[in-house]
């Protein structure tokens, strides 16, 4: 199978979840972004993006990130965005079962996208791919060694950090963290491609 073809398996497979394809009609879109870029973000905010083409609903999660990650330079050739259900239903209401084989079929997506960096919205996110428990306060910010040689970050999640702009502005230190994170992922991006 061409890489192509091992991305509509991977679509039909999730499509075939039994309570993802019961949850809606609405088509599986496995990331938004460039599928051959460095970088990695996974979320669980199903907001995070519209379409394969960095389009979001006005007011989103997606919006609010993807004009941070512009005003931080980090450049929509260098990144795709997923989710862990690529659906509306989150993660933590899935059945055990479902969780792993969700789990399996994203461990499937990065070894089709192979990136050299992931970052992991939100200690949810960050535990269940990782599966281990997190440490916000240790972890938050730095960068880690992950399996083939894959490096990650753990930062917050998307809508959290929105949610606390709009209620205590741009200095609270959450999301003062929020940008240092995007920061350094942009130095590390560039360290990394060269």
Not at 25 to 33: A, P
């Amino acid at each position: 199978m061409n890489k192509e073809e091992l991305w509509e398996e991977l679509k039909f497979e999730i499509g075939n979840l039994e309570r993802l394809k019961n949850s809606t009609e609405q088509e599986i879109i496995l990331g938004s972004g460039n599928k051959d870029g460095s970088l990695l973000f996974i979320g669980d905010d199903n907001k995070l993006y519209e379409d394969k083409d960095l389009r979001f609903e006005i007011g989103s999660s997606g919006e609010f990130f993807i004009k941070l990650c512009d005003l931080a330079e980090i450049s929509p050739k260098d990144y795709l965005i997923t989710t862990l259900t690529k659906q509306e239903l989150k993660f933590r209401d899935l059945f055990e079962e479902e969780q792993i084989k969700i789990l399996e079929l994203l461990d499937m997506q990065i070894s089709l996208i192979s990136p050299k960096l992931i970052v992991f919205f939100g200690q949810s996110v960050a535990e269940a791919v990782l599966r281990r428990e997190v440490n916000m306060n240790k972890e938050r910010g730095k960068f880690y060694k992950w399996k083939g040689g894959i490096e990650f970050l753990i930062t917050y999640d998307v809508e959290y950090i929105k949610k606390v702009r709009e209620n205590t502005g741009r200095k609270s230190k959450a999301a003062l963290d929020f940008w240092k994170d995007l920061q350094n992922i942009k130095n590390k991006l560039e360290e990394i491609n060269g």
